[in-house]
């Protein structure tokens, strides 16, 4: 590999800003420093590619075999690939918890609430369910106290 192709390979990977959702073939009128992710059956130029990333420089196509936990930021929606496992996940976070300055708002899952049974009351039923119902949201920090 020559020293400028492997600067555009580093570029993509540790970078990549993908132009969408993954296709099976490339674009017809690519822009130098597009980026795309190939998908699961590619043709074409692509062909022999599947699931990497594709840039297409003053060269040609380059591509980039991801590797796990590989991620890449989708232009179109703002939203995350990252590769795990052999696939790339779209549009999917993982965490611990969420905070908004500072304050957690989202933590770990708790327990299902049961469903009311039983009574002789409605009232006291939905009173019961709607108070199993903010206690939940109130241990995830959804809601203040």
């Known amino acids: ?14 970078s990549a800003a993908i132009e969408g959702l993954p296709l099976a073939t490339p674009p017809v009128s690519p822009v130098v420093g ?6 699961a059956s590619p043709t074409g130029a692509w062909a022999g590619q599947a699931n990497k ?6 060269g040609g196509w380059r591509f980039v075999a991801p590797f796990d936990g590989l991620g ?11 590769y795990r496992n052999g696939v790339w996940e779209i549009g999917k976070l993982r965490g611990s918890e969420v ?8 933590g770990p899952q708790q327990a299902a609430i049961p469903a009311p ?6 009232d006291v039923e939905a009173r019961s369910a709607t108070a199993a119902i ?12």
């Open 1 to 14: 590999m020559f020293h400028n192709e492997a600067l555009q390979a580093l570029d993509v990977a540790v």
């Open 117 to 122: 049974a039983g009574g002789s009351t409605v």
């Open 53 to 58: 990333l594709a840039a297409f420089t003053s």
């Open 72 to 82: 890449a930021f989708i232009r179109t929606s703002g939203s995350t690939a990252v």
């Open 134 to 145: 903010l206690a939940a949201l109130r241990s995830h920090g959804l809601i203040l106290s």
């Open 34 to 39: 597009g980026c795309y992710l190939v998908g």
């Open 99 to 106: 905070l908004v300055d500072g304050a957690k708002v989202v």
